[in-house]
């Protein structure tokens, strides 16, 4: 389940149905714990400083990489038909340029002119053989080129200039892509091959659709499947780190996606599972963060609340080092209440009642945690009757 992102990102050591709680330090074993904290904390700041700093420079860099391969892409293509083609030639399109590769038909079609697959002005088909090969020679050379300046703009959607405009899909490949999203959201809900299948399918299509929204969440969706599926630590580091850097550069430019939001907010939370205390409770801040812009964006939503429940039930149940900690690295820490968490839990089933059997598990802690034994009891009754489909 996606909620196990938030028990990595923070902390709170349960263990059964009570809470392991980290002994009490003396004073003097606090005054050193908070002074090597604060020499994290400058450290950090400095360490953020100057990844800033190599961003900014490899942002300018990737633009320079990206004209030079322009460049370099249209003086080979214009050297390679002047030598395969020393006499001029009649031809009857317009849209020979190659500029043509770097922006999809705007659906202005040519009098005789069909589209290719992949959404591109072809030229017109001519009835004399030795024209026709040279043609399709060509046409294949301008898919490879093509091929490779998406690869490029996929590798640094924001670092290109603004000027640039992503490229855009004609009605055949958005066809292909409703259908592919349709399939990717059916196997994302079936069993562990079939997820597993999910990722291979978005996998193999990166390329086609790496700029399209829609195709970006459910792919870093099925980074997260991948996550929960792998046993083996690294690969799930892996696979979380992947996922969270598809939505990085998504985020740049549709903030207003709550899915975005959402799982952007889930892969941080499992990337930071394994780390250290300060680096959980950073993520947790940003778990919540991107929560709180998906729960705006989409209100109705019941998995939302569920994660922000789980957030809150973590927060209220932090022990004294992880609340230190918290008050050493921000100025304004986060508080959450029992009650927050159950708020939340309960909204969860008023929108979507059964929506989930952990959810109805929180509910009865909370009630449990508050004192109220017999609503414990009787949302620990609920949850029963509900089936177990996740690994939580």
């Known amino acids: 389940s996606p909620a196990q992102a938030v028990s990595g990102a923070l902390v709170p050591g349960e263990e059964g149905a009570g809470v392991t709680h980290t002994p009490l330090l003396g004073q003097d074993q606090q005054l050193e714990l908070l002074e090597r904290l604060d020499f994290v904390v400058r450290n950090i700041v400095e360490l953020r400083k100057e990844v800033e700093e190599l961003r900014n420079s490899l942002q300018n860099l990737a633009v320079e990489i990206v004209g030079e391969v322009r460049s370099h892409l249209e003086e080979t293509q214009r050297l390679n038909r002047r030598r395969r083609f020393p006499y001029p030639r009649e031809r009857s399109d317009s849209t020979g340029s190659s500029s043509i590769y770097f922006t999809a038909s705007s659906g202005n079609a040519n009098t005789d002119d069909g589209e290719s ?13 030795d024209r026709e090969s040279e043609r399709e020679s060509e046409e294949g050379e301008d898919e490879v080129s093509c091929d490779t300046v998406r690869t490029v703009r996929r590798d640094s959607l924001d670092l290109v200039p603004e000027d640039e405009a992503p490229l855009s899909l004609d009605s055949s490949l958005e066809e292909g892509l409703g259908q592919l999203l349709q399939q990717a959201d059916r196997l994302h809900g079936g069993d562990e091959q079939d997820r597993r299948e999910g990722f291979q399918l978005l996998l193999n299509n990166k ?11 459910r792919l870093a969706r099925a980074h997260s499947d991948m996550w929960e599926l792998t046993e083996d ?30 799982w952007f907010a889930i892969l941080c939370g499992q990337l930071s599972e394994h780390e250290s205390i300060p680096k959980r409770i950073q993520a947790g801040c940003v778990f919540k963060e991107h929560i709180d812009r998906a729960i705006e964006l989409k209100p109705e939503d019941p998995q939302l609340y569920y994660l922000m429940g789980r957030w809150c039930y973590q927060v209220a149940h932090l ?16 508080t959450a209440t029992v009650q927050d968490a159950l708020q939340n839990f309960l909204r969860v089933e008023e929108l979507s009642p059964g929506f989930s059997k952990a959810g109805r598990v929180y509910i009865a802690k909370c009630y449990r945690d508050l004192g109220n034994s017999s609503a414990a009891a009787l949302w620990v009754s609920l949850a029963s009757e509900l089936p177990g489909n996740t690994k939580e």
């Open 117 to 129: 697959e992949g959404g591109y002005t072809t030229a017109n088909a001519e009835s004399d053989y």
């Open 319 to 334: 022990g004294w080092l992880e609340k230190k900690t918290v008050s050493a690295l921000f100025e304004a820490p986060p």
């Open 207 to 217: 390329l086609a659709y790496a700029g399209q929204r829609e195709f970006l969440w």
């Open 233 to 262: 630590e690294e690969e799930k580091q892996s696979y979380a780190s992947e996922g969270k850097k598809e939505l990085e550069l998504a985020l740049q430019k549709w903030d207003q996606s709550a899915e975005c939001h959402q």
